[in-house]
């Protein structure tokens, strides 16, 4: 059975509360310090695209002790961190990318000491995933994301090392050459997330992890299962590919799922309930059943609800806990009765 897990910053606030109560225990982490989450939607809003750098060490092993320490005191294990050192000089092959490297490599470390055996890494450079409009109406008024590539486009392009496509998987290339390795010894598997929206550029900026071709492009690189997939499944939807059978292609290199939903094009689509969208949710989770995922699988991109503020596009309290059900419920009926839910286990008080 795969592990329903949520995405959390080692910051205590009342959502923590609600998700023990829903029986999830299991966190995808962020790292302190590193946020990105709640202020990334800066980017296509102001007009220009940012790239957070923080003037900490959130990926050394004491400062990820410690969040390990506050997630355990509240009854949370960490299964996997979804953030990492800056990395767009490894992205574009830019002069100090061997430094951030090491860094990579120092948190690579720290994870498989302290018995964290997931990394989600990605590859878009000078951003993180973007939209254009975070207040779309939805299903009973409720609000979530979208993205126009006509609005993107309408923003002057971003300022950019003069790199393209081929550099970049050289770079990636490059990269995997050097932290494989370390990974496979710490007992640590990357999962790379696609690009957010899958398209070949955002405002002038080069993006290579867009198709099905490209993750197994990515694959081919290193046989190891350390270098593995972050299987989005809004993302490799809107690639319009038949996704269950890609689960069932890439299900020997899933290490990771966000599981969420959406209707439209990569150039032109919104968020929706997990239960609204074009993409057959039921056969995603058969095709998981199938392969054997057993991995941490999170909702992701929820609808803001009736009553909340929406200071967090995307990530509100309602429209994860309807999604953390709906995803618990989609679980049991094709899992069980042969296999036990482990997030269905007392929680404690």
């Known amino acids: 059975m795969f592990r329903l897990s949520e995405f959390l910053s080692p910051r205590p606030e009342p959502l923590w509360d609600l998700v023990r109560q829903a029986g999830v225990t299991d966190v995808v982490a962020l790292l302190q310090g590193a946020e990105q ?33 506050v997630f355990a005191e509240a009854g949370f294990t960490v299964v996997a961190i979804e953030d990492t050192v800056p990395m767009d000089r490894i992205r574009m092959g830019l002069p100090g990318r061997d430094e951030d ?26 951003s993180s995933w973007s939209r254009t409009a975070v207040d779309v ?17 309408a923003l002057p392009e971003v300022e950019h090392p003069a790199v393209e496509h081929d550099q970049m998987w050289d770079a990636l290339e490059y990269f995997l050459r050097a932290v494989i390795p370390v990974a496979e010894r710490a007992g640590v598997r990357l999962g790379m997330h696609p690009d957010d929206p899958p398209l070949p550029r955002l405002r002038g900026v080069p993006r290579i992890m867009g198709s099905a071709d490209a993750y197994r492009r990515l694959l081919s690189i290193d046989p ?65 059943q199938e392969v054997g995922f057993d991995g941490p699988l999170r909702p992701d991109h929820v609808p803001t609800m009736a009553g909340e503020r929406n200071e967090r596009p995307g990530y509100e309290t309602l429209g994860r806990l309807f999604a953390l059900g709906y995803a618990r419920g989609l679980g049991q009926a094709v899992y069980a009765p042969s296999a036990s839910d482990r997030t269905a286990a007392p929680v404690p008080s």
């Open 101 to 126: 490297i090491a860094a990579i490599i120092q948190q690579l470390e720290a994870m498989g000491n302290l018995g964290i055996r997931v990394l989600c890494y990605n590859w878009m450079a000078l």
């Open 37 to 69: 989450e709640q202020r990334m939607f800066a980017s296509l809003q102001n007009g220009r695209l940012h790239h957070h750098r923080v003037d900490q060490l959130p990926w050394s092993e004491a400062s990820i002790a410690r969040d390990q320490a």
């Open 224 to 288: 190891s299962p350390s270098n593995g997939v972050t299987f989005c499944q809004g993302n490799f939807t809107l690639m319009d590919g038949d996704v269950p059978s890609m689960i069932r292609e890439f299900g020997p290199r899933i290490r990771f799922v966000h599981f969420r939903n959406v209707r439209g094009t990569a150039s032109d689509f919104v968020e929706t309930f997990h239960d609204d969208g074009q993409l057959d949710m039921l056969e995603c989770m058969r095709a998981y």
């Open 137 to 153: 109406r939805s299903r009973g008024g409720a609000l979530v994301t979208g993205f126009r590539q006509a609005d993107a486009e």
